[in-house]
Each structure stands twice: as C-alpha cells, then as structure tokens.
C-alpha cells in the first residue's frame, strides 16, 4: 500500500547540505498499522511528509495505493493526495468554523453538495464519538476531542492511507490511549493503512503491528512488534523498549545505593525476561540452587501481541561466588541483567 524505495532528503543550508533521510526504503501493508519511531531530529517528521510529497524527496520512488507519487504531474498529484489523509500534533482547526464545518472543509474545496457533505459528515461524527459535539467551536472542546475532529476531517475523502504525524504527543495518557483505539477501530471499520510517527514507545506498543526506529536519518531496525520488544536487534531497539518499562527503586533503597561493590554489601539487580523465560520460575531455580535469598522489590510481565516480557528488580544475598554464578545461569537462560548497585547488607530491602 505504501512503498518507499531508495528516498534521499537532502536540505540546502548556509553551512552546506544536510541529509535527513538517507537511502529509506519501507514496505506498509494493506491494513496494518505502521510505526516509526525515533528521537527528535532523526528525521520522522520529513519521512512521513515525504510520503504525501508535501515535502519533495531529492531522489527515490514512493508509492501509495499503486501511484507512483514521484512521478506524477501536480494535477494527478493533487488528485492523488486525496486518498491520503493525515493529522497532526497541533490539529489545525480553524477557530471560526465549528465541528461540523471543520470536517466538511475539504469536501467544500472539491465541490460537494450539502446533502453529499451531510452523508459523509453524519456516520464519522458516529465514528469518532462526535455527534453530540457537531455544533461546538474549537475553544469548546477538549484536546481529545480537537483530535478527533482532525481525524474526521482527514477522513471525510475517504482516504486509503492515513498519516499520523505525532498524533497524540500534545495529549495526556487517557487521552492518548483513547485516540490510539480510535485509530485501531478506524483501521478496522473502514480498512486502512495507517502510517504513524512517534517518540513515544507506549504508542508502538498500543496500536502498532510493525515498528521501525529512524535514527539519525536512517532506518536502522524494523520487525513486527511483538519481536521488536522481546528480541531487539540494536542498542537503540533496547534502548527505547527499556525506557518504556523503567521502573524505579524504591526511595528507602535507591539513597542507600553504591555504585561500587564495598565489603559487606549485596546487589541490586534489574532482570529482563524476554518471550520462554518470561513465565518460567527462574527465581524459584536460582534461589534453590544456589542457596541465595532474593527479595523481589518491583515485578511486571507484559503481553505484547502475545509476546511475553517481564522486568523485574530483585535484592540478591549470599555467598560472594554463588551470587556470581547464578548471575551467569541467568544470562545462560536468556535473562538480560543489569547490576544497578549495591547495598549494605544491615539495610531492609
């Protein structure tokens, strides 16, 4: 549904040229709802402007819905762009004009009659749980529901593709997760491709069915969701999926922590358990094992399109050398540990 192949964006300064996008090549499927993820400046935002052309591409081939933008003439380009909507951050809703007329906008530029602008309007309000807000002004109305009169304005051409461009990044937590299940039940009901930016990791893991992290101009990593949590290929997969999950110690620990390893303390563990090792008592093992006391001070399993990944904190006691060894069994076993410090051992954990 949505191709891009070889695309270059090269951008022209008084310092010389700057490459934003370099050699990007992406396939979205039919139905499935993309995620592109990656730190400010690494180029997210030019990619999926890229992708409508608003912005021009110094070189490659994009492709949506069969049409090769890239060689277009304005005219077709124009005609083209209407099977793809897009929102963004800051919802650009004209103040004067209310719910209602903000979504008819782009069907009173393309010349619809009224009644053909009240049967697209009517069901999208539905679908976008609006109808009772139809007459209300911007000013009116929450920063959800500002959002959600831009997705039914994208939506009133009935497009194949939808663009979300840091969608939900000015929106609190609720809220977000409102919008992201808007956007799946979108996907659903009306069949479409969605391709969406963001920073935020918890947005991947809600709504996406494929991820890919763009950094510094670069895709440098893509897999299927579910994959991309329990078995990230790179340092800046792992990066951004830990980041999602940190939990912290508690504060009656976290100001008794050293850094170094002093006599008389004990560590401080953090333990990723990534898909088999997740729902396995691998602490039970260990603890019997080797003949250790563990106190587990924060513990959450997650499913993520039915991948199973499991954090967990654990104060660890013992003899010096079987501490040493379990931690090898542990890392044997595919547990991924981080030594976060160490503690006295006369402290209460």
Same mark, same amino acid.
């Given at each position: 549904?949505?191709?891009?192949?070889?695309?270059?964006?090269?951008?022209?300064?008084?310092?010389?040229?700057?490459?934003?996008? *370099?050699?990007?090549?992406?396939?979205?499927?039919?139905?499935?709802?993309?995620?592109?993820?990656?730190?400010?400046?690494?180029?997210?935002?030019?990619?999926?402007?890229?992708?409508?052309?608003?912005? &021009?591409?110094?070189?490659?081939?994009?492709?949506?819905?069969?049409?090769?933008?890239?060689?277009?003439?304005?005219?077709?380009?124009?005609?083209?762009?209407?099977?793809?909507?897009?929102?963004?951050?800051?919802?650009?809703?004209?103040?004067?004009?209310?719910?209602?007329?903000?979504?008819?906008?782009?069907?009173?530029?393309?010349?619809?009659?009224?009644?053909?602008?009240?049967?697209?309007?009517?069901?999208?309000?539905?679908?976008?749980?609006?109808?009772?807000?139809?007459?209300?002004?911007? #000013?009116?109305?929450?920063?959800?529901?500002?959002?959600?009169?831009?997705?039914?304005?994208?939506? #009133?051409?009935?497009?194949?593709?939808?663009?979300?461009?840091?969608?939900?990044?000015?929106?609190?937590?609720?809220?977000?997760?409102?919008?992201?299940?808007?956007?799946?039940?979108?996907?659903?009901?009306?069949?479409?491709?969605?391709?969406?930016?963001? *920073?935020?990791?918890?947005?991947?893991?809600?709504?996406?069915?494929?991820?890919?992290?763009?950094?510094?101009?670069?895709?440098?990593?893509?897999?299927?969701?579910?994959?991309?949590?329990?078995?990230?290929?790179?340092?800046?997969?792992?990066?951004?999926?830990?980041?999602?999950?940190?939990?912290?110690?508690?504060?009656?620990?976290?100001? *008794?922590?050293?850094?170094?390893?002093?006599?008389?303390?004990?560590?401080?563990?953090?333990?990723?358990?990534?898909?088999?090792?997740?729902?396995?008592?691998?602490?039970?093992?260990?603890?019997?094992?080797?003949?250790?006391?563990?106190?587990?001070?924060?513990?959450?399993?997650?499913?993520?399109?039915? *991948?199973?990944?499991?954090?967990?904190?654990?104060?660890?006691?013992?003899?010096?050398? &079987?501490?040493?060894?379990?931690?090898?069994?542990? &890392?044997?076993?595919?547990?991924?540990?981080?030594?976060?410090?160490?503690?006295?051992?006369?402290?209460?954990?």
């Amino acid at each position: 549904m949505i191709t891009l192949e070889h695309v270059y964006k090269n951008y022209t300064t008084p310092r010389g040229t700057i490459t934003a996008l *370099h050699d990007i090549n992406i396939q979205v499927k039919q139905g499935e709802i993309f995620g592109i993820i990656g730190k400010s400046g690494a180029g997210k935002s030019s990619l999926i402007r890229c992708v409508n052309l608003l912005e &021009k591409p110094s070189s490659g081939t994009i492709l949506v819905a069969g049409e090769e933008l890239t060689a277009l003439s304005p005219a077709k380009l124009r005609a083209a762009r209407r099977k793809i909507g897009m929102i963004f951050q800051h919802f650009n809703l004209l103040s004067s004009r209310n719910v209602y007329d903000n979504i008819a906008l782009p069907l009173e530029l393309v010349g619809y009659t009224q009644k053909q602008i009240a049967d697209t309007i009517m069901p999208l309000l539905e679908l976008t749980n609006l109808t009772d807000k139809k007459t209300a002004y911007p #000013a009116q109305l929450s920063g959800g529901q500002k959002q959600r009169v831009a997705i039914a304005r994208a939506l #009133a051409s009935k497009p194949q593709v939808l663009l979300s461009d840091e969608a939900t990044s000015a929106l609190d937590p609720e809220t977000t997760g409102s919008i992201l299940q808007l956007l799946k039940n979108i996907r659903d009901t009306l069949n479409l491709t969605i391709l969406l930016i963001t *920073h935020e990791m918890s947005v991947i893991k809600t709504c996406c069915d494929r991820v890919a992290i763009l950094q510094a101009g670069e895709l440098i990593e893509e897999n299927e969701v579910g994959e991309f949590f329990t078995h990230p290929k790179t340092d800046v997969a792992r990066n951004f999926i830990t980041s999602s999950v940190l939990q912290h110690l508690p504060v009656a620990i976290e100001r *008794h922590l050293l850094v170094l390893e002093q006599p008389d303390t004990h560590p401080i563990l953090r333990l990723w358990f990534l898909q088999g090792t997740a729902t396995q008592p691998i602490i039970s093992e260990i603890s019997q094992q080797f003949n250790l006391h563990i106190n587990i001070l924060q513990a959450n399993v997650e499913y993520i399109k039915n *991948h199973a990944m499991g954090i967990m904190m654990i104060a660890l006691k013992g003899e010096k050398l &079987k501490i040493q060894t379990a931690i090898q069994y542990l &890392k044997e076993r595919s547990v991924q540990v981080e030594v976060m410090g160490y503690v006295p051992n006369d402290i209460a954990v």
